[in-house]
């Protein structure tokens, strides 16, 4: 199995759950994706920073760093980052984007990364309605890098959140590694081998 199919398999496994659950966009869901059960795994970090990192390449977007709104898009950062040393294709460095801008110390709202003028891909774990990528899509602009892609882990396809995404990243493509339903089907299977 390839690396992609694996972290489908540990997605489907570690962070789906069926049920009803409410979400943080205030609307309900017979099923749940806890991307960070599996991102902050040691597994599934490797995986992801792997997956990630090759699509970025096959991509060519070439950024220097990447970076998203903490939490969601801290396991990814750093799990990428350290697979583009391990890999040795050229290190590409991780920023985080708080929710709001610091009141003390420095006050910076970008941590980490700073290259003004940079490009810089955006990363997320969940993309519902895709308000915490837009977050910070625009706070990666404002701070002066250059948005040349996005990325999610798992696009819930039902909130339809990629539109508002692709109006934001203002022709950056927007990526998800895998959807909602991908992960649904993976978790069906592997629960029905298990019986």
């Not at 309605?129 to 701070?143: C, V």
């Not at 991908?182 to 081998?193: C, I, N, P, Q, S």
């Amino acid at each position: 199995m390839n690396h992609r199919g694996e972290l489908l398999s540990l997605l489907a496994q570690k962070s789906f759950a069926l049920g009803q659950f409410k979400l943080s966009s205030g609307g309900t869901s017979d099923y749940y994706v806890d991307c960070r059960v599996t991102t902050l795994s040691a597994a599934g970090a490797h995986l992801t920073g792997l997956v990630f990192l090759n699509e970025i390449r096959n991509r060519g977007w070439n950024p220097a760093a990447i970076g998203g709104l903490t939490m969601g898009a801290d396991p990814i950062v750093t799990a990428v980052s350290i697979a583009s040393v391990l890999e040795g294709t050229g290190e590409i460095e991780g920023f985080l984007v708080r929710k709001a801008e610091k009141e003390h110390g420095m006050k910076n709202r970008i941590e980490g990364f700073k290259g003004k003028g940079s490009r810089v891909v955006i990363v997320d774990d969940v993309c519902t309605t895709g308000s915490s990528t837009i977050q910070a899509i625009a706070a990666a602009r404002e701070f002066g890098f250059e948005v040349t892609g996005v990325m999610c882990l798992v696009e819930r396809l039902e909130a339809m959140g990629r539109p508002a995404v692709e109006s934001e990243a203002g022709g950056a493509p927007f990526v998800s590694v895998f959807t909602s339903d991908e992960v649904r089907v993976r978790h069906v299977e592997l629960k029905g081998a298990a019986k």
